[in-house]
């Protein structure tokens, strides 16, 4: 079981939005902004989308936004291309002695 | 370009022990944390350690306390994970990843490695 909570799957047409939830505690997602959201193909190494809750790295398409509500962080894709399919992941600081980093169990999103 | 190339995996017996390599190139490496993650097979992502600018360990996932040890070398631009006391749970692809943060950890990763495959099996 992960440490952060995400749904196991999401989907949308393209052109449309979705959201992504990431729910953990006080302790992790509700006590830092240390949130970052991952974007990973397989094979393929995974990408930064978002860093401390709502900061996108250069390079990222405005389309992807990130957000936080007490203890729920939240991805949101809008305009879906279908290129935007992949495994998607949240993780969080965490004050808990180890691990440091808590991960999400990832969501596959598909495009229909 | 930033660049992080893994390498050292394989296919090592129950109780083996196997070390990793992380080269860096394209950025200052001495300026950043460094981080290990590692995804088994259809599993999820995993943090496994990180270590701070000038070499001082941040710690270690319990899943691999007291066997793995994380190290660097800056002259080298290198980042390292000593793997002992392997176990067929630590089969997984292992990626390094830089931190976002210079002036301090954000605990972000990026960019990361292509990643390396590590076979735990007898």
């Known amino acids: 079981q992960s440490a952060l909570t995400q749904p196991a799957s999401v989907s949308g047409s393209p052109g449309q939005s979705i959201t992504i939830s990431c729910i953990g505690t006080s302790s992790d997602v509700g006590g830092y902004d240390y949130v970052s959201w991952y974007q990973h193909h397989p094979g393929k190494a995974p990408k930064l989308m978002i860093y401390e809750v709502s900061n996108r790295p250069s390079g990222v398409s405005n389309r992807f936004s990130g957000s936080k509500s007490g203890n729920t962080a939240s991805l949101n894709i809008s305009g879906l291309q279908a290129e935007d399919e992949a495994d998607y992941y949240c993780?969080?600081?965490?004050?808990?002695?180890?691990?440091?980093?808590?991960f999400g169990g990832g969501t596959k999103l598909t495009v229909l | 370009e930033v660049q992080l190339v893994e390498s050292g995996g394989g296919l090592v017996q129950p109780g083996r022990s196997l070390r990793l390599s992380c080269a860096a190139s394209?950025?200052?490496?001495?300026?950043?944390?460094m981080h290990w993650v590692r995804q088994a097979p259809g599993k999820g992502l995993e943090w496994v350690s990180s270590i701070n600018y000038i070499g001082g360990s941040l710690g270690y996932a319990d899943s691999v306390k007291g066997r793995f040890t994380i190290s660097r070398d800056n002259a080298k631009n290198s980042l390292y994970l000593q793997m002992n006391s392997l176990r067929p749970e630590d089969t997984a692809f292992y990626y390094c990843?830089?931190?976002?943060?210079?002036?301090?950890?954000?605990?972000?990763?990026?960019?990361w490695g292509q990643g390396t495959l590590v076979t735990v099996s007898s």
């Open positions: 394209g950025f200052t490496f001495d300026d950043y944390a």
């Open positions: 993780s969080s600081y965490t004050s808990s002695s180890t691990p440091f980093v808590v």
């Open positions: 990843a830089k931190d976002r943060g210079r002036a301090a950890i954000v605990w972000a990763f990026d960019p």
